[in-house]
């Protein structure tokens, strides 16, 4: 075994051999009495098309968020809310921040166990030591024994990936002793992997037309939300137009300081828009259907 501390940091110029992949990341706390606790937190990217999805399941919540391209979608407690607009940041990740292995290994003590095919990937395996200051952010009361591997990737064709990271130690918490455990790895590497809009993502009414220019969507049951670069006029008269012509009649048209409010009525249905200026210019959309 040696003692050395490799550097196999990972930037954008390792990533042309990566592809798709996915990843899981596990806290978890088993007490000898009482009531486990688990989070666990599962992601997908893929690169063509850029897409990114993740799912963080808990004891107290769940919650997914889903991007596709310039679209993405928030859902939570069973309902869904897309936006769309520069949303660049949500997946501008793409093999670089969760498993980057400096991150796991730099600067530490760390013994070079051998090599290893993790979840299909020739990898490196090394103990890692971890002080026990660290392994107490992770935890909410007194640690000890303290051990953590990583398997770091060694492939010519991929980065220095972190592919599985399991870190664990002993914890008591007030009188209740138990276990507890920091798990992270990469699977399905360049593996097939589509990311679809989630089940019952809501959409537009197709007889409710979509601004052309508009910007910073927000999307949920029964509103949408948006703003464009466009004056005032002119989105009001293309909803007095379009809506009309998608066979809505119109019941009520206001104008007050700028801003305008404009109903329409179709069978047993309504719609309504607010239409006013931005305080930096361009034009701010509320639209309401039912």
């Keep these: 075994m040696s003692t050395d501390s490799p550097s196999l940091g990972v930037d954008a110029a390792d990533l042309s051999g990566l592809n ?5 990341l596990i806290i978890a706390w088993t007490p000898e009495s009482g009531d486990a606790e688990r989070t666990e937190m599962q992601e997908e990217f893929t690169r063509e098309p850029r897409a990114h999805r993740l799912i963080v399941d808990s004891d107290e919540s769940n919650l997914e968020i889903i991007q596709i391209g310039e679209t993405a979608w928030y859902c939570s407690a069973g309902e869904c809310s897309q936006f769309q607009g520069d949303t660049n940041s949500m997946i501008s990740s793409f093999g670089l921040l969760a498993f980057d292995s400096d991150k796991f290994i730099k600067g530490r003590e760390v013994q070079h166990v051998g090599e290893e095919t993790v979840n299909g990937v020739r990898t490196r395996h090394y103990i890692v030591t971890i002080t026990t200051a660290e392994a107490a952010m992770l935890s909410q009361g007194e640690i000890t024994d303290v051990h953590a591997d990583v398997w770091i990737a060694d492939e010519s064709d991929l980065p220095a990936i972190v592919v599985r990271y399991v ?23 360049n593996q097939p992997i589509t990311i679809s809009p989630p089940e019952g993502a809501v959409s537009m009414p197709e007889d409710i037309p979509a601004y052309p220019q508009a910007k910073d969507l927000f999307l949920t049951e029964g509103l949408a939300t948006f703003s464009t670069s466009d004056d005032v006029a002119t989105v009001v008269s293309f909803y007095r137009t379009e809506m009309e012509a998608k066979g809505w009649s119109p019941t009520d048209d206001q104008e007050s300081e700028g801003s305008f409010m404009i109903s329409w009525k179709k069978d047993d249905r309504t719609a309504s828009v607010i239409i006013g200026p931005e305080d930096d210019g361009g034009t701010s959309v509320t639209l309401t259907f039912k």
């Design 20 to 24: 798709s992949y996915r990843t899981r």
């Design 167 to 189: 870190q664990t130690w002993k914890e008591k918490r007030g009188e209740v002793n138990g276990t507890a455990e920091y798990s992270f790895e990469t699977y399905d590497v």
